[in-house]
């Protein structure tokens, strides 16, 4: 990826982005120390910004209401407890090894503009000529849902290969944890496409244009790629 990549992003609040900088700051000075502290301080709030982004946010921008706001918000719940099991469990027992391998994915994750800290993931260039396309066409009033419901779902993937997978990955998981993020996996997608693909569908097409705009908003460059 280079400075032309376009990302999926979104300003940290001012009370994420300095627990995100003291995990990272601090595993970065004391790599041979414990920080199960600050990353008990990171992980569960992240979680929270990133389906309030996620799912909050296209509502409140678009002002759905009704079957298609239940189908996105009812996602969201069973993501939120999903979420909260398996974090609860899988953090308590992560080795210093593993936080600093949490550390280095947060820092993947961590972009900056204009001394603004944001949270993002790449697309591919293909993916990312294909979501520009197809929400321009959409504020244009000439889109097309079949062709909507790919890029969204896209962005879902994305979101949870950067934000679950990669994150799993940094943790040597024993066969039950295994087990327990493989369901929680299956219920974390089932739940996005179903607000995805439910939720988008039942909206009308002024809520669904706002919805697009706020994705399109969420698509930016970097200056360090």
Not at 35 to 50: R, S
Not at 178 to 198: D, E, G, I, N, P
Request: with cysteine; proline share 3%.
């Amino acid at each position: 990826m280079n400075d032309s990549t376009l990302h999926v992003a979104f300003a940290a609040p001012e009370n994420l982005h300095a627990t995100i900088e003291s995990f990272i700051d601090g595993v970065l000075a004391s790599p041979d120390q414990c920080h199960l502290e600050e990353l008990e301080a990171l992980v569960p709030p992240f979680v929270n910004v990133l389906l309030a982004t996620f799912f909050k946010g296209p509502i409140e921008a678009s002002g759905a209401s009704g079957s298609a706001a239940r189908f996105i918000l009812g996602a969201m719940n069973v993501i939120q407890r999903a979420a909260d099991s398996l974090v609860s469990r899988l953090l308590k027992n992560t080795t210093q090894v593993e936080q600093q391998k949490l550390a280095e994915h947060f820092s993947t994750l961590r972009k900056y503009n204009k001394n603004n800290l944001f949270v993002a993931f790449p697309l591919e260039p293909s993916q990312a000529e294909k979501a520009s396309l197809v929400f321009q066409m959409f504020l244009q009033g000439e889109g097309n849902m079949d062709q909507l419901l790919e890029v969204m779902q896209v962005i879902n993937d994305g979101a949870i290969e950067h934000f679950m997978d990669r994150s799993v990955g940094c943790l040597s998981l024993g066969r039950i944890n295994r087990a327990l993020v493989s369901a929680a996996r299956v219920t974390v997608c089932k739940a996005s496409a179903s607000a995805t693909h439910k939720g988008l569908v039942a909206m009308d097409a002024n809520a669904r244009r706002a919805v697009v705009s706020y994705f399109d908003n969420m698509l930016i460059r970097f200056d360090d790629g």
